[in-house]
């Protein structure tokens, strides 16, 4: 048809609609107003909400507009976003549907994820620090792209009633903010402001309340005159003190009875923590992230010479930046207060020890009152606020480690925790909800869904009650975040393990399954299921200590490794433990054991003179008494240390090793011991011709330098071996040894130079805390196969 002027008219624009479903970290990460302002530039219609599942949305328009929405939510989501799926459907359309709204959150069963906790971003950092703004110096700012999140969660949809955030009511202000889909506080559901939101609070060492106008600057006061002061941050409290001043933080040692194990520190900012450490590109990457790890650098000798006591006899310092606006709060009183973020940029002096606040080995302390109940005695002060940790959650620990596999992340987590979980690891097969309750030390708990694996935070060792109590709620509270009740529980293969009992008991009470894993079947697992590997690997797990298959020891393991199923290759040769669990502790004890081994026994007196059992050490393993075997490389490491005077004993766990790490790297490039090493008709790797060696070195640097490369070559070679005798190409690296960047690194590129395919931990430790993903990926198998 025409019209008056003789022209065609226009087609009527073809209208389509689309539900769209979005799976991921989409909720509490500003994903609803993203969407809001996608939909109203593209001229859509529809809705779009939070449920169980994700995020939920239909979008009404040309069908070119709703594939442009499609695209930019992959490309634009917001920074704290992770889209994992989204499904797209056609439904019918609704022609008087003219606008976009953002509708109320529905239940159901929950399949999406809680963002993580982030550091505070940008924008809000601007303003923070601008006295014009309602928010100046406000300890509790945030937005939808940063701040709490999982660590203030009780439960999804994630929604405000959901937190710790629910009793405080919001102010006018703060509630048009939330409900306007154009600000970047929209359901931001921590936010608040001095009207409305948690406030801070200053106690004595005695909990009485401080009467401050200001605790922050009352805090920096104290700290700057070598009190001790306990910090609340966001999964728990940290102890504070000046790390320039000596006497402070030999007193928290002392207080903490801590011995030489390094502290943590944090600086204000990459332009100061240049000042402490060689940094690489990828160290200023994970400093900067918005994850804020301790990140673990070469350290400069500025060190040694200004922050006296901080990280004694080791090659690296842990760094980490403000992640909190409270943490910031406390550099920028020291800097004068500021205007604008430019000091940010510039090299500032003050320099915190930043310790997790947990007495004797026991978990992270969360709350006010037990703040003062446990750590009486050790600080002086706290500074505390009223909104509650609903989950306990550590700092994570990473370094920087080199890449030999295309793909693969230049991250080594030492712990996961605050700010990575709990991310989903993705998973090669679907497959039944199982729980994992990992090992004795690092402990972690891991649940899968579908394709996915969720690994807890850090809990820690389970030396005590109520680290075993908080094991307990770890695994509850993964159970009620993700709503998934586990088919099959998991666990360690000892039978006397707290994680063990924990285990049995869940089985029991919710009449399901529970499998034993063994200890470095399960190390190897955790790193293929983290790689995604399906088929068989060689396995070689190194580490301290594991129970095997025959009730021994074990700790020096190469495995063939097939889902459920593995079998031992070889082993080191196994060394006597004297005074059994001493020997762990003590590396004088295993370097006598080498010494006796060696025919050298009547050494162990004068050597090791200054330990008053050294006397009749070789009476005792000549009998054998309280000698139990290990075929633990982690000792081997330990004799090594003893045998070149590196460490005697230690104050704790891995310093030996360390030390030998940190020597061997100060001493550079050295070529393996030619026969340094035996392997038998049996596969078992001996490194006492090394060790022989090494009972005779004057110089203590090469001699670790020497250990390092020869070790490494052993290993090449004794993994060569098997892969030859079994065709499998494919090579798993695991277990708390291969957390020695050198031995890592050297061994790593080796095998990869002999073209096989080498899998490392990257997305999780290589020692005791992947233990729980591992367990849950034999499980499944096991599942899978129809076991019970």
Known sequence: MNDDHGTSARPIPQLERRRLRVRGVVQGVGFRPFVYRLAQELGLSGWVRNDGGGVELEAQGSPGNLSALIARLHGEAPPLARIDRLESTLCETDPADHGFTITASQGGGVTTAIAHDSTVCPDCLEELFNPADRRWRYPFINCTHCGPRYTITRGLPYDRVSTSMAPFALCPECADEYGDPADRRF??????????????????AYGVTVATRDPVADTLLRLLCGEIVAVKGLGGFHLMCDARNPEAVARLRERKSR???????????????????RLSEADEALLGSPERPVVLCDKRDSVEAELCGVAPELGWIGLMLPYTPLHYLLFHDHAGRPVGTAWLDTL?????????????????????REATRRLMGIADAYLIHDREIVVRCDDSVVRSLPTV???????????????????????????????AFGGLLKNTVCLTRGDEAFLSQHVGDLASASACQALDEVADHLQRILALEPVAVAHDLH???????????MAERLGIPAFPVQHHHAHVAAVQAEHGHR???IGLALDGVGLGTDGKAWGGELLQVDGAHFKRLAHLAALMQPGADKAAREPWRMASAVLHRLGRGREIATRFNTEPAAWRMAELLAAGTRCPPTTSLGRWFDAAAGLLGVCLRMGYEGEAAMRLETLAARSGACLPMHGGWRIDSEGTLDLLPLLARLADERDVARGAALFHATLAAALEAWVLRAVDHSGIRAV????GCFLNRQLSRDLARRLAARGL??????????????????????????LSEGGC
């Open 405 to 435: 596999r295309a793909g693969d992340s230049p991250t080594q987590f030492i712990r996961r925790s605050r700010g990575y979980t709990p991310r989903a690891l993705k998973l090669a097969d679907k497959g039944e909800p199982v729980l």
């Open 259 to 277: 011995d030489d194990k390094p502290f943590a520190i944090m600086v204000a900012n990459l332009a100061s923590a240049r000042h402490w450490a």
């Open 757 to 782: 395919d080498v899998l490392e931990a990257r997305q999780v430790p290589p020692n005791d805390g992947s233990l729980a993903l591992g367990q849950a990926h034999v499980a499944r198998h096991i």
């Open 187 to 204: 359901h931001a559901e921590p936010n608040a402001c001095p009207v409305c939101g948690p406030r801070l609070s200053l106690l004595e």
């Open 348 to 368: 500032q002096d003050l320099v915190l020890v930043c310790t997790s606040a947990n007495p004797g080995g026991e978990p992270l302390v969360t709350g006010n």
């Open 535 to 537: 088929g068989a690997v």
């Open 732 to 735: 798993v690296l695991s277990g």
């Open 495 to 505: 039978p006397d393990y707290p994680s063990t009992r924990a285990a049995e008991a």
